[in-house]
């Protein structure tokens, strides 16, 4: 078996703060969109092409977290609280459903605000968690909705963002040597 393909059976387990966590095969975005089953194909295309048609400048594709994603270069942003790409998007096709994740709807309570407005004008029933957006099938999902959520954010908009979310570093205090007593 191609470790690259997602067939790969053994997973290495890794400790992490006290549990097994598994590590998945790095996947290219081929790889990733050739592992999605068959009657998920057509949908996942679909989202991913309304999504790339809307991406604003700067973002790259890439598979993260086991999923098709949509992040800000680490050669923009280096400097992550968790070393992965700064995520704006990302689409996973899960055993029972699909799902959109949508970051800056999460972040920003008025990206939130119109983006169920829009979705709820268009009489589709929301299925929706902090900022995952599931669906069943291609029809549960508008895509212009989706498309324009993505279209809001910018590159730098979305790094300064974040940036201003982030603790500032306090910055050390001069330290004093103490006089050696003699």
């Keep these: 078996m191609d470790p690259g393909t997602g067939e790969h059976a053994s997973r290495i387990g890794q400790c992490y703060a006290g ?10 975005v081929d790889e990733w969109l050739a592992s999605v089953p068959a009657e998920r194909k057509d949908a996942i295309n679909a989202v991913r092409d309304a999504i790339n048609e809307h991406l604003p400048q700067g973002y790259e594709e890439t598979v993260d977290w086991g999923m098709l994603a949509w992040v800000v270069p680490l ?8 070393g992965h790409p700064l995520m704006l ?9 699909m799902t959109v994740y949508l970051m800056s709807v999460y972040e920003d ?10 979705y709820k004008k268009t009489g589709k029933k929301l299925d929706m ?16 909705v989706v498309g324009n959520t993505i279209a809001r954010v910018a590159v730098d908009q979305y790094v300064e963002r974040y940036e201003s979310s982030r603790p500032k570093k306090k910055p050390k ?5 103490k006089k050696a007593k003699c």
């Design 173 to 177: 205090k001069a330290t004093t040597e």
């Design 109 to 118: 309570s008025e990206i939130r605000r119109e983006f169920e407005t829009a």
């Design 19 to 28: 549990q097994m966590v598994k590590e998945r095969p790095a996947l290219t």
């Design 129 to 144: 968690g902090g900022c995952c957006v599931h669906f069943k099938k291609l029809d549960d999902l508008p895509l212009d």
């Design 89 to 97: 998007a990302a689409l996973g096709a899960h055993r029972k459903l």
């Design 75 to 82: 050669s923009t942003l280096s400097n992550t609280h968790n």
